[in-house]
């Protein structure tokens, strides 16, 4: 690892300086380790936050997850299961960053765990909620590096603009790492498990993904189709290949995925009424 890669990592993975609720997620951790530890139990450390509370539960009845109609964190961490409940608690106060100050990328975000969610459901696959989860997280790196590099960050949007290159050949240029394997980085200091970090750290990159290549093929794909729908704004100018390895994992074809984007993009206007009502909160 290079010294500027090396030294952003030290930086990045600072988590006493993120915008994260230390105390909750600790308790969190310490109890969803614990066999012996209920639902009610973690629960009640949640709801010990009402902020975090309520937007867990927005989230949780977002359209990601199919408009579950969650009432309280126990339903949530029963219908979604712990390793969301927790994740969504990790990422509630940078989604709150990212809405004041980016509402394209939130919508990005939002629309990739609804696409995620779909073709996880579309094909059969166990986990749908965990898949739609590291949609919506997949990109939490870009909303990390403009706060632990507000300098560089300049850069790279100057970069991405004069060059017309996507995001992460910019960010790979200045800061030696991008908002993926950013994401990643801050997913394992945050304790989340491998089937949500790999799809996050490797959404680019499928073929890195060792251990859970079907839920990270599933992540690239729903994210090239939000931006080839022109839903939210990614920071990219262009949209990417769909990768042969992730086409292959998934056993996609052309009819099948001429049904996903006609779902996706039906689905995508629940997700703009949803995205608008948390504007005006």
């Known amino acids: 690892m290079t010294d500027k890669r090396s030294d952003l990592k030290k930086i990045i993975m600072d988590t006493k300086t993120l915008p994260t609720l230390p105390g909750v997620i600790q308790k969190l951790n310490t109890l969803s380790d614990n066999d012996k530890s209920s639902v009610q139990e973690m629960a009640k450390i ?7 509370s309520a937007r867990i539960l927005r989230l ?28 969504l608690a990790l990422s509630s106060s940078i989604f709150a960053i990212m809405e004041k100050d980016s509402v394209g990328l939130w919508e990005h975000s939002l629309g990739v765990g609804v696409a995620a969610n779909l073709i996880a459901r579309k094909l059969g696959l166990p986990e749908c909620e965990e898949i739609a989860t590291a949609g919506l997280l997949h990109d939490i790196g870009k909303v990390i590096i403009p706060l632990k590099c507000s300098e560089a960050e300049k850069t790279i949007q100057k970069l991405i603009y004069e060059r017309q290159i996507f995001t992460m050949e910019a960010e790979r240029e200045i800061i030696d790492t991008d908002h993926a394997e950013v994401g990643g980085w801050l ?4 304790f989340l498990p491998d089937k949500l970090s790999e799809p996050i ?21 729903a994210d090239v189709l939000i931006k080839a729908s022109g839903f939210g704004n990614s920071g990219d100018c262009f949209v990417p290949s769909i990768q042969k390895i992730a086409w292959d994992a998934l056993k996609l074809n052309e ?27």
Not at 46 to 52: E, G, T
């Open 46 to 52: 949640v709801s010990s936050d009402q902020v975090l």
């Open 60 to 87: 949780a009845n977002s359209p990601s997850y199919g408009f579950y109609r969650v009432s309280t964190i126990s339903n949530a961490m029963i219908l979604l299961g712990v390793n969301v409940v927790k994740s």
């Open 187 to 190: 997913s394992k200091s945050w």
């Open 201 to 221: 750290a490797f959404h680019h990159d499928v073929a890195k993904s060792e251990n859970h290549r079907i839920k990270t093929a599933v992540v690239h794909i």
């Open 255 to 281: 009819q099948l995925l001429a049904e996903l984007v006609d779902e996706v993009e039906d689905k995508l206007v629940e997700v703009k009424n949803f995205s608008l009502e948390m504007m005006s909160e």
